[in-house]
């Protein structure tokens, strides 16, 4: 007979008890196959407790595989392996930590930076809690995205952009990673991508680990080489072309067409438009986007709302070709639309109410204060002799190269123990070109205006000097 | 001389009309290459604008790229191609929606749905209003998800599912299929991937468009057949060990720990633990997940909140093994977290505060009153001798299985025709098994009491009548 001490304990039930004996003795062994258990009535009596207690232990133990119920032959073990050291301890935390240790960082020139400070949080929250009191936020939606979210994104694209589009050719994502793992799925043949070469690391990263061949492309005039493309063995192309990222140039319109005419040249050819900051420019009208004059339907355009609003809502959408919007009801439709519904719901509303646009406008004003402090501290700080400046009166970042006598390892190390954090051009290369000076992307976005001065002056002084 | 009829128009200022007219005339090839514009000067005294209009239209055009300003020399228009048909027409909608047309259905057994009348939106919603109020849930996160919330689900997988784990080797993830999106990164070199059969249909599409080679093996005995996986050409395998889905069989002790070995007999084999809904057991105890055995740090455990909250909140986890989220932080970690840090927030207090183990312990109480509504309609109204129950007593549905006379294309346009909303078991199977009776998954979660008796007693009268 099986003895066990049990306690009175609330937590934790007589049966319980028992089931947690007999599996330990099950486990280590001390209980066999093909032993039979005693009946739940014996075992009832012999431990005091009702016998629909061992029958509970009993069910648990039979439901999990330890023993087997024989019909009127009673309950048996069943041949489990035993283990010496069965408790498992928990795994100790890895050395490299996965969330970043902080430094001490002064003037922080992050061009991946946007200011938040400025965002309208009485009005997002006025409609967050409007939302909240919605139960159709918890009901799952379209795989798509919202309908009304995608008329509202159409309508966006439409009147800021020039995009052609309908709803149905929108689908909503958590921003430009999880699109382009769509792309990955949605292309079945993955072959080699165009991209540009210096170009964005994660998207390649994402396009690579996605299954495609990356072909870097040097661009030509610091844009992108649409005459290179031709010999190219790709039929798709991942371009910026409304602002090139990292350096700021425009396609030119003849590129533009050079570019649409390659993708009509062969079936089954792409161009990935990402459409990354172009809500801020600080001269002249927007660039319309490349897919505005795609009248064969080849670009997908993407889009996210990263920098108009921030990296935190992980939202974004792409605008698919016809063909494409099609191909991708029969090879996708079974993923879920990652954004929650209610985040949906809150930047349905923000756009609609004519909110989206307006912080565009008080934000580019900003934006394009802090830009013109930049450039004037780099006027008076920096000589024109060792620096220059490009890809200026755009985006949220702007590029600096130096072609003094110091070198990068020198320039970074001075930088570093200074407290200003820069973004070196190179590693945005797959290749850098012969004659590449060093260069760093100095974001103004999310620096206040003194910062911006004194980490300029500071590069002066002390990095440069 | 370029004659422009220039109108007063606030919303179209005297320089867009410019640049519009210029664009459009060089886009159909009025105004060609090497042709030199007028100066900014004559152009502004001939259709007496200042002059600074006139350079702000030629500023953007250059920008573009449609026209040079060459030094000194003046404006010139650049080579472009003519298109007799640009204007881009806005697409037609396809003809096959992107969203479900609605269909008069009056019971809907579906095995998906949960119920959400019963959420604490009260609570929920003042966490929401408290996190709306922290700017911090506007910043970039963690890209494996925000640390206290990994925290409050280490705890919560430790307290309720056995699961060994820390914060550093969970990521957060925008439910099931984007948790497989992610795996199929990870794992680089995709060979084949050993599924139940049947099983679950979306995992096993999201894990073949990423590059997987399904094994689909039959299930023996109503569960996962570990002896089969022996002999079958792979090293990873996804299997439902709590709650077989959609069978709803327990993976017994002896084949878990069959499955153990065999992840532990060659380097590199994972076993996928998808422990879909096993919050809801409703006999007996809840079942340990299988990671809570696994001292070899062999398997991959995926959760999400889908079916104990919903769907539409778009958030699940997994836990990985020490050596995979090493290879996790380096393959995968340029990936960001696509759940808004803001439904981060709101879903760390809501565990946190201990609101959702109450909200857990709630639902369990109601779903079981509804499956044991059903099993009692079901006793009540469709005879024995037709018809059996499986997969009772846990999940959100169950399975009725059919052995009478009438086929499955009747038993189905009956359904359709009466209002009632069938999920053919048939549809799980890669391979329906010889001798399969007509089966249907029928989920109780998300119906009323009512409708419940209801629609089995319209099942009986007059479908399978």
Redesign the interface.
């Known amino acids: 007979m099986i003895t066990i001490s049990l306690k009175p304990d609330m937590k934790n039930p007589m049966y ?1 008890q028992i ?1 947690e004996y007999i599996k330990e003795e099950i486990l280590r062994g001390n209980l066999a196959c093909p032993q039979k258990l005693p009946s739940s009535r014996s075992l009832a009596a012999h431990l005091q407790v009702s016998r629909s207690t061992v029958d ?1 232990a009993y ?2 133990l039979v ?4 023993i087997e119920a024989r019909e009127k032959r009673g309950y048996f073990v ?4 035993h ?1 010496q ?10 050395a ?4 970043r240790t902080a430094e001490t960082v002064l003037y922080d020139f992050n061009p991946d930076a946007v200011d ?2 400025h ?1 309208p ?1 009485s009005v ?2 006025s409609i ?2 409007n939302q ?2 919605n ?1 159709k ?6 795989h ?1 995205g919202n ?1 009304e979210l995608r008329q509202a994104i159409s309508d966006y694209l ?1 009147g800021s952009r020039g995009v ?3 709803p ?2 929108i689908v909503v994502g ?2 430009l ?2 699109l382009l ?1 769509m792309l990955c ?1 949605l292309f ?1 043949h993955k072959g080699a991508i165009a991209m540009e070469d210096p170009g964005y ?2 998207a390649r ?2 396009l690579h ?3 495609f061949t990356i072909l870097d492309i040097p661009l030509r005039e610091g844009a992108f080489d649409t005459e290179a493309l031709k010999s190219a063995p790709t039929d798709i192309c991942y371009v910026t072309p409304s602002h090139q990222f990292p350096l700021g140039s ?8 050079q570019l649409l ?1 390659w993708a009509d040249e062969a079936p089954g050819r792409y161009i990935i438009e990402d459409d990354h900051d172009s809500e801020f420019r600080y ?3 927007p ?2 986007a490349l897919q ?4 064969r ?1 080849r670009v997908i355009y993407i889009g996210t709302f990263s920098k108009a ?7 974004g959408y792409m605008v698919l ?2 063909t494409l ?2 191909a991708y ?1 029969e ?2 439709s ?10 949906q719901a809150i930047m349905t509303d923000f756009i609609r109410q004519g909110f989206f646009e307006k912080h565009l406008n008080r934000m580019r004003k900003l934006y394009k204060g802090r830009h013109d402090r930049m450039v004037e501290a780099i006027c008076r700080y920096l000589p024109e002799k060792y620096f220059d400046i490009s890809g200026d009166n755009a985006g949220l970042y702007l590029i600096l190269r130096y072609r003094g006598p110091l070198d990068e390892k020198t320039i970074e190390e001075r930088a570093k123990k200074n407290g200003v954090r820069l973004r070196s051009l190179r590693g945005y290369y797959a290749q850098p070109p012969a004659g590449y000076s060093p260069s760093y992307l100095l974001g103004f976005a999310g620096m206040e205006d003194e910062a911006i001065t004194e980490g300029i002056r500071c590069l002066a002084e002390r990095v440069f000097r």
């Open positions: 319980i089931y509970t069910g648990q439901a999990e595989g330890y069943n041949p489990i392996t283990t050291n069965f408790r498992v301890t928990p795994p100790a935390a890895p490299g930590s996965a969330d938040i400070s965002f949080y997002w929250k967050g809690k909240l009191d139960p936020n918890f009901v799952s939606g379209s798509y309908r439409h052609n589009c309908s149905e050719h958590a921003g990673a999880h793992q799925v079945e690391r994660s990263q994402v680990s996605g299954g425009v396609l030119s319109i003849s590129r533009r067409q005419s001269q002249g009208l660039i319309p505005s004059l795609d009248y339907r609003i921030s990296p935190a809502v992980r939202m070709p016809e919007a099609e009801r090879r996708c079974f993923y879920p639309c990652p954004v929650p519904r209610l985040s």
